[in-house]
């Protein structure tokens, strides 16, 4: 066999497909045969690329990572994969910003920019305007001073409105609401401006800033500007559902990462690693429904399809009647939940089969606290014996059980494994009591909004 250990490049040539109609052994002129060389030809080249991504994954992650989001700016499910993987590699990705963020993703102290290619209803155009301004006068020092130096016939309405609910105009005003309802009247007074200096004429303001400098003329000319309404923002939540409107996902924030502390406990996968998943396989997720869609089957029995949604993509679940029927109250839009189920595929696409769900705050569990000499094989093998005569019947087992064990100035944590969870807490904390173990119940932490 040969192996490759040098590359050299030969610039631009043309090349050809082979195919080989039977024999793939080729004899070198050495009397070496090289053997299937069309397809290991092909599989050097993949394993080439895979070390170099690799590479530059382990040694330039934030670039490495910036990269992979403006290649998928255009998917919104890829770019929000790739947000929840920055977030598992300790990445923050900071919402836009009209004074610092680029077209494409950009690396900034260890953290990434969100680029402006990525935000729906704002154009190649509206983008190349915005940063030609942005060179030309410096920073942005106010939505009138930005709406007074773009030209507002290619970035209209509609990518202003983009632009404040996704949070890029966050660092001049933080009131997005305030900003929306401005709008009308400061675009109508660049309206005016933008007439006025195609026309050849000067205002007032112009006059006297230009005896001072322009400088002094821009600020002159931005005291002519109006006022912004003195009103309430929107709610946390209302800012979150109106940026996901414009970005399909959220930046900011994500309702569910106050979740966090419960999703390391109950240990569930993420929807994006469903499909990963062999089929009827019965796994655990933590998730916000997004949509509800009721239907009523030939028999009168209510059921729903619904959308659920996490830090790592979104994925279809269906819940049938007999479990709908238990699990109503929860099936409402932007609930937060815990769901069990089963994986399915349906035309290759990965769905879920809920079989319970709960309320992420109503979850409890059971925190078993061991002494380090009570740490032996027979007192572990009593622990899981009680927890497995408490886990019910199949299926049943919901509430998840730590233990403590108390080292010297240190506290370690050690989750059961799903098959020692068990069905009722309060029970199960009873006979391990009584046993000589000290539990105790908690609610999960980390959930309140």
């Not at 053997?35 to 394993?47: E, L, P, V």
């Not at 309702?255 to 998943?277: F, G, Y």
Request: glycine content about 6%; proline content about 4%; overall charge neutral.
């Amino acid at each position: 066999m040969v192996k490759i250990v040098r590359r050299k490049s030969l610039g631009i040539q043309t090349v050809y497909d082979i195919g080989v109609e039977r024999d793939h052994n080729f004899l070198l002129a050495n009397g070496l045969v090289a053997s299937n060389c069309f397809n290991k030809s092909h599989s050097t080249a993949y394993g080439y690329v895979t070390y170099q991504t690799a590479y530059l994954k382990a040694n330039y992650p934030v670039e490495y990572m910036a990269a992979l989001l403006t290649g998928s700016s255009g998917n919104q499910d890829k770019v929000q994969k790739y947000i929840a993987t920055c977030s598992k590699m300790g990445i923050d990705v900071l919402k836009p910003d009209i004074n610092h963020s680029e077209i494409d993703f950009t690396p900034v102290s260890r953290k990434i920019l969100f680029g402006l290619s990525a935000i729906r209803n704002l154009g190649q155009g509206a983008i190349e305007c915005i940063l030609n301004a942005r060179e030309e006068g410096g920073a942005f020092q106010s939505l009138a001073d930005f709406c007074d130096r773009v030209d507002l016939r290619t970035v209209n309405r509609r990518a202003l409105e983009a632009l404040i609910y996704c949070g890029a105009f966050d660092s001049l005003s933080s009131n997005r609401k305030q900003l929306i309802e401005y709008l009308d009247i400061v675009i109508s007074w660049a309206h005016d401006r933008a007439k006025d200096r195609d026309s050849g004429q000067t205002t007032i303001f112009d006059i006297l800033g230009s005896t001072n400098g322009s400088k002094n003329s821009k600020d002159a000319a931005l005291e002519s500007a109006p006022k912004p309404p003195d009103i309430q923002d929107y709610t946390p939540q209302e800012k979150l559902r109106l940026e996901k409107e414009l970005l399909g996902f959220y930046v900011s924030d994500h309702p569910l990462k106050s979740a966090l502390q419960a999703t390391k406990v109950l240990s569930p996968i993420s929807l994006s690693d469903l499909a990963e998943h062999g089929k009827r396989t019965t796994i655990s997720v933590i998730v916000m429904l997004t949509e509800i869609k009721p239907i009523v089957t030939k028999k009168g029995d209510r059921m729903a399809i619904v959308q659920m949604e996490d830090l790592s993509g979104q994925a279809e679940g269906v819940v049938f009647p007999a479990t709908y029927e238990r699990i109503e109250n929860f099936i409402k839009p932007d609930t937060r939940l815990i769901v069990w189920g089963k994986v399915d595929k349906r035309e290759d696409q990965a769905q879920m089969i809920i079989e319970d769900a709960e309320l992420i705050e109503k979850v409890p569990m059971v925190i078993v606290e061991l002494a380090p000499q009570r740490v032996t094989k027979s007192e572990l093998n009593q622990l899981k014996s009680i927890l497995q005569a408490h886990s019910g019947q199949k299926n049943q087992a919901k509430v998840p059980v730590l233990a403590t064990v108390a080292v010297p100035n240190y506290q370690q944590f050690v989750r059961f494994n799903a098959k020692y969870w068990v069905h009722d807490c309060t029970t199960a904390v009873a006979a391990l009591n009584r046993a000589g173990f000290s539990a105790r119940t908690s609610a999960l932490v980390g959930t309140k909004d």
